[in-house]
């Protein structure tokens, strides 16, 4: 369910958060991508249902009218008239540097603070699918591939 403004994002989390894929939650592909994200109209209709105006302010859309009206306006109705949505900082109309829900939890340990209402892009972001998402900058990643891999010595 997300967490509202004023919750402690990491209460809702159990220690085992992301470890089936080997995440080391370093928040670096939500720092470098997370600024592009694209709800899915799913996602969309089920925080206009659930009312997260504070997830809705975030994105803007184009109707097929050429208009652009941030999200938390629109009504359900509206979605099948969604012609693109688009990230952006609500106070500015700029497009954010990372990804406004990225909550940085330690020194070197971030969390999604609205990980279980996570657009669909986030939750099916997989960097180790090479030629789709793949992200060779990933710290997990390159310690399963060094694991896989042992460097070869003289």
């Not at 958060?17 to 592009?36: H, M, S, T, V, W």
């Not at 688009?86 to 020194?107: H, N």
């Not at 969390?111 to 099916?124: A, Q, T």
């Amino acid at each position: 369910m997300g967490t509202r403004r004023g919750e402690d994002p990491e209460s809702i989390f159990s220690s085992d958060y992301d470890e089936a894929d080997g995440c080391l939650q370093c928040g670096l592909c939500c720092k470098i991508f997370g600024d592009r994200i694209t709800p899915a109209p799913e996602n969309l209709f089920s925080w206009m249902e659930d009312g997260r105006d504070d997830i809705l302010r975030f994105f803007i859309a184009c109707l097929d009218d050429g208009r652009w009206v941030w999200c938390n306006e629109l009504s359900p109705r509206d979605i099948s008239g969604i012609h693109v949505v688009e990230m952006r900082d609500p106070s500015t109309g700029g497009f954010p540097t990372v990804c406004p829900f990225l909550r940085r939890i330690a020194k070197n340990r971030y969390i999604c603070g609205i990980h279980e209402l996570k657009p669909d892009m986030c939750r099916n972001y997989q960097p180790w699918v090479w030629g789709e998402t793949y992200f060779n900058r990933c710290p997990a990643l390159k310690k399963k591939e060094e694991s896989r891999w042992p460097k070869c010595r003289e």
